[in-house]
């Protein structure tokens, strides 16, 4: 089992920069990718950033299009936390951002209960 917990939205004007953080617990070990997604009012829930892990190695991250050179993950090891540092924040990024655990092992998938991102002048 794996629980995550987010933290870190707000409501911010455009320009503005954030930082989410998702702090993990459980079963974090091997072969896995920790990442964010986001879910605007009557849309589908999206990928924003993700990052794939063996051991304490970190593999590779991606990034949509829409979202690269603005937003960056990372991972601290110690803490068992990623960050989503968001930086140049449009209207259409808000959304509710939601943490993702993937154990590649078993296909077992968890998220966390979501953190509100609110851009507006």
């Known amino acids: 089992q794996v629980q995550l917990v987010e933290s870190g939205g707000a409501s911010v004007q455009p320009g503005g920069s954030l930082r989410l953080s998702c702090a993990a617990s459980?079963?974090?070990?091997?072969?896995?990718?920790m990442g964010w997604y986001r879910q605007a009012p009557g849309k589908q829930r999206e990928m924003v950033a993700r990052?794939?892990?063996?051991?304490?190695?970190?593999?590779?991250?991606s990034y949509p299009d829409s979202v690269k050179g603005r937003f960056t993950i990372s991972r601290d090891n110690a803490k068992d936390t990623v960050y989503l540092q968001m930086n140049s924040l449009k209207p259409e990024d808000t959304a509710v951002y939601y943490c993702?655990?993937?154990?590649?092992?078993?296909?077992?998938?968890?998220w966390g209960q979501g953190t509100q991102v609110t851009v507006s002048s």
């Open positions: 459980g079963s974090i070990f091997g072969h896995y990718r």
């Open positions: 990052i794939t892990v063996i051991g304490d190695t970190n593999l590779a991250d």
């Open positions: 993702n655990f993937y154990l590649f092992s078993s296909g077992q998938m968890y």
